[in-house]
């Protein structure tokens, strides 16, 4: 069984304001120096062999439903398999 992974984040030219909620709060713990913007991640378990037509059906579920094209970018890769016994 495949893992497909579908990361969503907001467009750079998006305010964050949950990003600068979790930066302002590493900042008041001691973390200095980092900038967070937060997003979304779906993992997709894929049933049977992963193909091309497959992905391209995941992409457009992305653009369709995972994600809000207009203020949010995806990518959609496939995870590799944990090695036994990790």
Request: charged share 30%; no cysteine; hydrophobic share 45%.
């Amino acid at each position: 069984m495949a893992r497909v992974v579908v990361d969503v984040m907001p467009k750079p030219e998006i305010l964050d304001p949950q990003g600068k909620a979790v930066t302002g709060a590493l900042t008041r713990l001691g973390f200095s120096g980092l900038s967070v913007r937060q997003g979304k991640r779906f993992e997709l378990e894929v049933e049977g062999e992963l193909t091309e037509e497959t992905l391209a059906d995941i992409r457009r579920a992305a653009e369709t439903l995972l994600a809000n094209t207009v203020i949010e970018t995806f990518d959609v890769r496939v995870e590799a398999p944990a090695e036994a016994g990790a």
